[in-house]
């Protein structure tokens, strides 16, 4: 079972960028599957972005970051990555990471103000 954390959160004005990094204690040559999901103040956790290492590595979004948001993974370097383009203030939240069934990350606080 790996470890997560999370870092590359911060704070930010609308429109700008951030990138969000997830290292892994080992190896994520095995796992399918990886995702970030946030949580916002009085919110349900949501999903954010998943990607999978089938067909070349298949992505999926949430409707609200389709076009503004890239998740990619470097195995490698054992770290899962959340590129946020075009942010707005409602994308603040704390953004986990998560590989299904095993583990969660602490979070990483991302604030987009206006």
């Known amino acids: 079972q790996v470890q997560l954390v999370e870092s590359g959160g911060g704070l930010v004005q609308a429109g700008g960028s951030l990138r969000l990094s997830c290292a892994a204690s080992g190896s994520i040559v095995n796992i399918n599957t990886m995702a970030w999901y946030r949580q916002a103040p009085g919110k349900q956790r949501e999903l954010v972005a998943a990607?999978?290492?089938?067909?070349?590595?298949?992505?999926n979004y949430a409707d609200s970051v389709k076009g503004r948001f890239a998740i990619s993974r470097d195995n490698a370097k054992n770290t899962l990555y959340l590129q946020m383009n075009s942010l707005k203030p409602e994308d603040t939240a704390v953004y986990y990471c998560?590989?299904?069934?095993?583990?969660w990350g602490q979070g990483t606080q991302v604030t987009v103000s206006s």
């Open positions: 998560y590989v299904p069934f095993q583990s």
């Open positions: 990607i999978t290492t089938a067909a070349g590595g298949i992505t």
